[in-house]
């Protein structure tokens, strides 16, 4: 392990490098993207990253349409942040105009199918791994689908558009849509969440992809903090927030890491979830959705694996490239590391912030 600290010097450089990511509006990770280009400036007091991404979502704004097939994964939520600390109208009007057209989307349940068609995301396994001619036959024509990511899209964005467009039941859509998730993803035999569901044959597949956990977490907490105490379901929310977090703590290795898939030795270390993990437990505390007692070692360990797990240039390493997602776990094995990316470089910057955060109100 390294002896890198997150220093406001090597803030700016994990900030930097992620705003260098080419972002194509919109794709996988963008949420935490530039959720954490707007904590790097929060931490420095330097607006150069808040400015960027004003700039990036206004021009976004003003050619919003047609909609693309990715706009599940724009930043809704850290574009509500941006409109309540500037005021810009047009940004107001777009994202309202976005979460209307979201949903609109077909749902199963209170969950927007992400994929009509599936083999957007889903690929031959990475490795080389083979099919069995059942599954081949399958990858044809796999049908619609929903995936775990999106967790971390739509219902922290609608929760937070209700202070944005107040009265327009946006709080009610958010919870019923992420435990509508839970109820379709969560596996019976580990109480991970699965990578996906298919609708055709309907199961989900790959019980405890790391980061997807940190992207469920993540979005359940940010729900829970812009529910009021009394809106149905928030308890419910908050029930589920403190289950998931508990349930990782039995998967967290002694370094402070978690494996890829966080129950199988054999899928191997992928660092982006111990930045995720951090990040989440210590919003969750200074929320007061997880207990202290329980939360603020393991809150702690996950930081400081995280920063062994830079480099002086502001590099995360050890983040596996985009996953995709397959039909057997093998898959998640094989994937490429060492990718500098948004959701390697966001959470980093997310967990600086929300651990300053709890520290400053356990010293208050």
Same mark, same amino acid.
């Given at each position: 392990m390294s002896d890198i600290?997150?220093?406001?010097?090597?803030?700016?450089?994990?900030?930097?490098?992620?705003? *260098?990511?080419?972002?194509?509006?919109?794709?996988?990770?963008? /949420?935490? !993207? &530039?959720?954490?280009?707007? +904590?790097?400036? *929060?931490?420095?007091?330097?607006?150069?990253?808040?400015?960027? /991404?004003? !700039? &990036?979502?206004?021009?976004? +704004?003003?050619?919003?349409?047609?909609?693309?097939?990715?706009?599940?994964t724009a930043p809704g939520h850290a574009m509500c942040t941006v409109i309540e600390r500037t005021g810009d109208a047009l940004l107001r009007e777009a994202v309202i105009d976005l979460a209307r057209h979201l949903r609109a989307r077909r749902r199963v349940g209170a969950v927007s199918i992400t994929f009509e068609d599936t083999l957007r995301s889903l690929r031959m396994p990475y490795g080389g791994v083979k099919l069995s001619a059942e599954e081949e036959a399958q990858m044809r024509d796999p049908g619609p689908g929903i995936w775990l990511d999106c967790m971390h899209f739509d219902p922290p964005f609608f929760a937070h558009l209700e202070r944005i467009d107040p009265g327009a039941g946006w709080s009610e859509v958010a919870v019923a849509e992420i435990l509508a998730y839970r109820d379709l993803l969560v596996d019976a035999g580990t109480g991970l969440y699965q990578h996906f569901w298919l609708e055709r044959t309907g199961r989900a597949y790959t019980r405890g992809w790391g980061r997807g956990q940190g992207w469920a977490l993540l979005g359940l907490i940010d729900v829970a903090e812009h529910l009021s105490a009394t809106q149905r379901g928030a308890e419910e929310v908050r029930a589920e927030t403190l289950r998931l977090a508990r349930l990782m703590l039995d998967w967290q290795l002694d370094d402070g890491n978690w494996w890829s898939l966080v129950h199988e030795p054999k899928s191997g270390p992928e660092s982006s979830t111990a930045a995720f993990m951090a990040c989440a437990f210590f919003r969750g505390m200074s929320l007061g959705l997880l207990p202290q007692s329980e939360f603020a070692e393991p809150a702690e360990r996950a930081y400081r694996a995280m920063e062994a797990n830079l480099d002086a240039n502001g590099n995360l390493l050890g983040v596996s490239a985009a996953v995709y997602s397959a039909l057997v776990e093998e898959h998640y094995w094989h994937v490429p590391l060492d990718r500098i990316v948004p959701w390697g470089q966001g959470p980093a910057l997310t967990a600086a912030a929300a651990r300053k955060a709890f520290l400053a109100t356990t010293h208050d």
């Open positions: 600290v997150l220093t406001p010097q090597l803030v700016a450089a994990v900030a930097d490098r992620l705003r *260098d990511h080419a972002f194509q509006t919109w794709f996988y990770g963008d /949420s935490i !993207g &530039f959720e954490g280009l707007i +904590a790097a400036s *929060d931490l420095t007091g330097n607006p150069t990253w808040f400015d960027f /991404s004003h !700039g &990036f979502f206004r021009a976004w +704004a003003s050619r919003r349409q047609p909609w693309q097939p990715d706009d599940n």
